[in-house]
Every structure is written in C-alpha cells, then in structure tokens.
Nanobody
Framework: VQLQACGGGLVQAGGSLRLSCAASGRTFSTYAMAWFRQAPGKEREFVAAIRWSSGSTYYADSVKGRFTISRDGAKNTVYLQMNSLKSDDTAVYYC?????????????????WGQGTLVTVSS
C-alpha cells in the first residue's frame, strides 16, 4: 500500500485546513487509517483514526471537537478536516494504514505510512 498525503500549509490561528491521503496498491486489506503528527522536538502522536468498513472514528483528546476524520471508499482516500487551529497543532502530519486493528492509537501498529505534510499555525 502506498499513501500520498497533501493539504498542509500555513494558516492563522483559528483557521481551517483539510488534509487528504490517497491510498493505492493492495488497499482491500486496509482495516483502518489514521493521522499522526510530530512537532519539532517531540514524539509522534496519535491524532485520529477511522475503521475503514464501519466508519467508526477515534480522536485524541487534544483535537476532539475541532478535527474530523472521514473517508471516501470509492477514492481510497482519508481526510482530516481541521478547524479552530491552534499554534500547538503545528506539526508534520502523517497518514497511516493498518491491516489488523490491534491498536488504533499506537503508531507501531501501522504498517504503511505517507510522506508527511507540514501544517504551520501562526498565532
């Protein structure tokens, strides 16, 4: 599975961005997809995940109510709509796919990763 993420950029605090991640290859085996982020000097952290078949979603407390993860099965694409952005949201955002669903918030459970897209929120 190959993942291609895009949509990052520079936005003012309070603004919005939508990230996209298109999957190609053996996508039929995907159980879930997720977004993680890594800020400078910090470890990669879970942001949101979605089970591919059911559409069930999961969020980190820090983004709950502001971010929405969704997917388009026909396009094999997952989205992250980010509203009310804060400077703390500044990070490189990565999409990832998982075949087994054993730990949706754990980065080490994901087999495939996109290249990352930078989101910078100015205050």
């Amino acid at each position: 599975v190959q993942l291609q993420a895009c949509g990052g950029g520079l936005v003012q605090a309070g603004g919005s961005l939508r990230l996209s991640c298109a999957a190609s290859g053996r996508t039929f085996s995907t159980y879930a997809m997720a977004w993680f982020r890594q800020a400078p000097g910090k470890e990669r952290e879970f942001v949101a995940a979605i089970r591919w078949s059911s559409g069930s979603t999961y969020y980190a407390d820090s983004v709950k109510g502001r971010f929405t993860i969704s997917r388009d099965g026909a396009k094999n694409t997952v989205y992250l709509q980010m509203n009310s952005l804060k400077s703390d949201d500044t990070a490189v955002y990565y999409c990832a796919s998982d075949r087994y669903g054993l730990g949706l918030t754990a980065s080490n459970q994901y087999e495939h990763w996109g290249q990352g897209t930078l989101v910078t929120v100015s205050s």
